[in-house]
């Protein structure tokens, strides 16, 4: 399977625990991006990058939320101290850019990771 | 912030009857995409616009984006029970910011 995976794709949680996602994008892609949908919303966008490099994070997002892409292949996705408002799908999807400031191309979302926080 | 919302929410057709939704931003985008997300799973790109007053079509689905290029339209002609799922336009900002904002989703549901 030569798609966007990820890893778990079910994680239930306590409320004050850390978690951890990952994301394996199609081998050839150089953008990298995670996504929060809740029930009924569109996915949200939480952060991006282009190869290892975190080019943009949502203002929406705090500190308890933390990415990495340490050698520009797969992402990982911490958030500290869960809530229970932390429930949701975390997607992440993955596409081509030749350039920073091009416009963004389709990009190829995986299955997601659903987050129940008790 | 960007804003990105669609209309209707839900839309329940009859199967044959045609579908639209309508995608409006609350700034000028440089280009707008579309997904569908079937019950269950993930968005999957259906097409992109960059040009003002673009039109594409793939068979039975006409994608339209605005002369200001602040809206945007899916049209499905005839409809059939696969095009269940929900449609979701997404908006990049003018300046480049290779960030999408989705908008908020049209509900397709079908009577067979």
């Known amino acids: 399977d030569t798609g966007v995976s990820q890893d778990p794709r079910h994680k239930i949680t306590k409320r004050g625990q850390n978690v951890t996602f990952r994301c394996d994008p199609i081998s050839e892609h150089n953008r990298l991006y995670w996504y929060r949908q809740t029930l009924g919303q569109g996915p949200e966008f939480l952060t991006y990058f282009q190869n290892e490099a975190q080019l943009e994070k949502s203002r929406l997002l705090s500190d308890r939320f933390s990415a990495e892409r340490p050698k520009g292949s797969f992402s990982t996705l911490e958030i500290q101290h869960t809530e229970q408002g932390d429930s949701a799908m975390y997607l992440c999807?993955?596409?081509?850019?030749?350039?920073?400031?091009?416009?963004?191309?389709?990009?190829?979302f995986g299955p997601g990771t659903r987050l129940t926080v008790t | 912030g960007q804003q990105v919302m669609q209309i209707p929410q839900y839309q329940h057709v009859q199967e044959g009857e045609d579908f639209t939704t309508y995608c409006n931003s609350s700034?000028?985008?440089?280009?707008i995409q579309w997904y569908k997300q079937r019950p269950g799973g993930h968005p999957v790109f259906l097409i992109q616009l960059v040009k003002s007053g673009e039109v594409k079509k793939q068979k039975r689905l006409t994608f339209q984006f605005g002369e200001a290029k602040k809206n945007s339209s899916l049209h499905i002609t005839a409809t059939q029970t696969t095009d269940v799922g929900t449609y979701f336009c997404a908006g990049e900002a003018n300046f480049g910011n290779e960030k999408l904002t989705f908008g908020t989703g049209t509900r397709l549901t079908i009577i067979p």
């Open positions: 999807a993955s596409s081509w850019g030749q350039k920073r400031s091009s416009i963004t191309s389709e990009q190829y």
């Open positions: 700034t000028t985008l440089s280009n």
